[in-house]
Each structure stands twice: as C-alpha cells, then as structure tokens.
C-alpha cells in the first residue's frame, strides 16, 4: 500500500516465544501473523537471543521475523533491536543497558514505562520505569495491550467476564502518564512512540476453567505498527530487516489500534507549501517557513484528528483531510480517536511526531 511517496507495511513487536515465557514457537508465532495479515514481527524474548542463534530470523511464511530482546529482570524493562549479543541485565542503572545496546549499533524502547499491575492477576507482578532520566534511546511504550489489562480489573472474573464479552474494553485508552512522559522526553530530543501487545499466549487455569486468555491470533490483530518505506519491502531478507530497523530508527512509522478500526492508509507530513508534492515523513525534521503545513488524513470519516504542539492540543477536526498551517516552530504530532456509534472518540492512531525547527 502506498502513501505519497512512502509504502506501508504492517507488523506486530513486542512478542514472547517459548524461548523465554511465552506459549509458541517462533514458527508458529509467525503462522499466527501471517494468518492477521501482518508483514512482520518482532520477537523480544526476556534477556535471550538464542531464538537468533538457532536461526529463526528470517522469512517465515511470507512473514519477516526480527529477533530482538527485553532487557532486565524487575524494573526497567528495555526492548533491544538490531543486536547480536546479548545485553548484560542492570535493573538499577538501566542507562548501561541502553548504552550497551548502542555499542553493538542497535537502538531500543523503553517498554511499558508506567505499568501499574494488579493484586487480582498474576500476583500484582508489576515491570514499571523508575528511572526515566535516560538518554539515547528510540523511544517508548506508550500504548501495551497486556500492561492495560493487567491494571484494569479488581478480580479474575471480572477479567473473564471482559475477556469473552469485550476483550479490548481494557486497552481502549493507552495509559495518559505514558503519553505525558513520550511528550516530555520529546522536548529533550527525538523520541518516538511505540506500542505492542507484549504477547505471551498465556495458558490460564482457574479452578474448572482452562483457557488461553490471549492467542497470538488475537493480539496481532491490536496494537500495531505501521512502518513507511521509501520503496517496497525487499524480499532479501537482510535487505528487508534493514529497511525495517531504519524506519523504526527514524521514527518513520504510527501505532494503529487495528482492534478499533483497520488504520492502514493513515497519513501524517509536512510539506511546503499547499499545493508541493514534496513529503517530509514523520519522525523528520523541517526548517520552518512561512508556508510550512501538515498534511494529515485519517482512514476512516469517522476519525477525529487532533493536533498535538509541544504536547499540548491546538487543533481538531472531524475532517477526513487536513492541512493545518503552521506558524511557529515546534514539535508536532497527531492523534485520530475513532468515534464509536455512541457518538464517543476513543484512541485510534498516534503519528511520530515531526520536528519544526
């Protein structure tokens, strides 16, 4: 799929094989996504890379496979791409775990910074960020389907009851902290956001009950990414993975909650002027002039753009299409909330911001 100049593809990260805790094989993993229609995934397996040196990266059913890792034990969870070794766990200075995964060229996100858990599931387990003045990472989680649903509900049945009747009930808001903390870091430098379902599969077993509470099948079809390539996707696989962790790298990419609404087809860039064909993608930057504009169009007429400056609202509309003027410099990015038939916006779509300067 092609947007201006850019081509689309949808993929699924943060997700956990039987090589750490989750219920699959990388092999069937990648089945399941190709099964939901993804393009890729990316396998981020707790302090492990050794689905990487079995060699299970790779084209699996049509489905690119990428082999990261999540990084410590406690706290201070990081998700590392783009690496070979593994990165030595330090819950208490999670600065040397990023730093160690830029001294192999990789890069990474901070994985679920404000996870808040629950005493009624899974223990109360909890994976939050408690040192937040780090630098040099790509970015953050800011949308988690399962973080969401591990803090929503005040007992099993109650998570039961919403897991069968609406399973997305607890993921429709990603955690407003989270966003705050993507748009502070934003003013210190680029940051993008990022968003997964921290997939496990996870078998469940309550008294008569056995069930998988959440199939790979299922989880695929949330929280995803979409990345734009300046040309298609290759099918050598390293040029395929390289042109991946590029966009990743550069911000070149949105979450889609595809659960809600498809969110393919979105589109978010600034341009020079009205009527310029010129594209600048987002994750870029831009020198302001005084014809500076966004462009951003939402995939659905019942999306509600809004758009957010230096983290704060100034403009919304119902319009599929708009061209929003910009008149000074700043960081910029868009949300779309799709509007269910009560009439309510719920979260949709978060752009990467574009850097006005």
């Known amino acids: 799929m092609k947007t201006l100049k850019y081509f689309e593809y949808t993929g699924h990260l943060h ?28 396998i981020t397996d707790h302090n ?5 040196k079995d060699g299970y990266e790779g084209w699996h059913d049509g489905v690119l496979v990428l082999i990261g890792t999540e990084v410590n034990e406690s706290k201070n969870h990081y998700l590392a791409f783009d690496v070979q070794e593994e990165i030595p766990q330090n819950d208490a200075h999670p600065q040397q775990v990023i730093d160690a995964v830029n001294d192999q060229g990789g890069f990474g996100y901070l ?12 223990q109360g387990r909890t994976f939050p960020w408690n040192k937040t003045d780090v630098s040099g990472h790509a970015g953050l989680e800011i949308w988690n389907f399962g973080s969401l649903w591990r803090t929503a509900y005040a007992s099993k049945l109650q998570a039961i009851f919403w ?15 989270g966003i705050g903390m993507w748009d502070r870091m934003m003013q210190k430098g680029r940051v993008a956001c990022f968003g997964g379902s921290d997939a496990h599969c996870i078998p469940a077993t309550w008294g008569p ?23 298609e996707l290759a099918s050598d696989f390293a040029t395929a993975r390289s042109q991946i962790y590029d966009s990743l790298r550069e911000g070149r990419f949105f979450i889609g909650s595809d659960y809600l609404h498809p969110s393919a087809g979105f589109q978010f860039s600034a341009i020079d002027s009205y009527g310029s064909e010129d594209e ?4 870029a930057e831009v020198n302001h002039s005084q014809s500076t504009a966004l462009r951003i169009f939402s995939p659905s007429s019942r ?9 704060r609202q100034v403009y919304q509309s119902r319009e599929q299409l708009l061209i929003f003027k910009v008149l000074k410099p700043g960081i910029f990015r868009a949300e779309v909330h799709y509007t269910l038939r009560t009439g309510k916006a719920i979260p949709w779509i978060y752009s990467n911001p574009i850097y006005v300067r």
């Open 209 to 231: 009950l056995r069930m998988i509470f959440f199939p790979y099948s299922l989880l695929f079809q949330t929280i995803n990414t979409h990345v734009l390539l300046p040309e």
């Open 280 to 283: 600048i993608p987002m994750g």
């Open 48 to 52: 492990t890379l050794q689905g990487l």
């Open 303 to 311: 999306g509600l753009i809004r758009v957010i400056k230096n983290g």
């Open 163 to 177: 897991r069968y009747f609406d399973v997305y009930h607890a993921a429709r808001y990603p955690d407003p902290q």
């Open 15 to 42: 997700v956990h094989s039987s090589y750490s805790d989750g219920n699959a094989s990388i092999k069937e993993i990648a089945s399941a996504a190709r099964s939901a229609g993804l393009y890729f995934v990316g």
């Open 111 to 122: 994985a679920h910074p404000v996870e808040k858990g629950n005493p009624f599931l899974f």
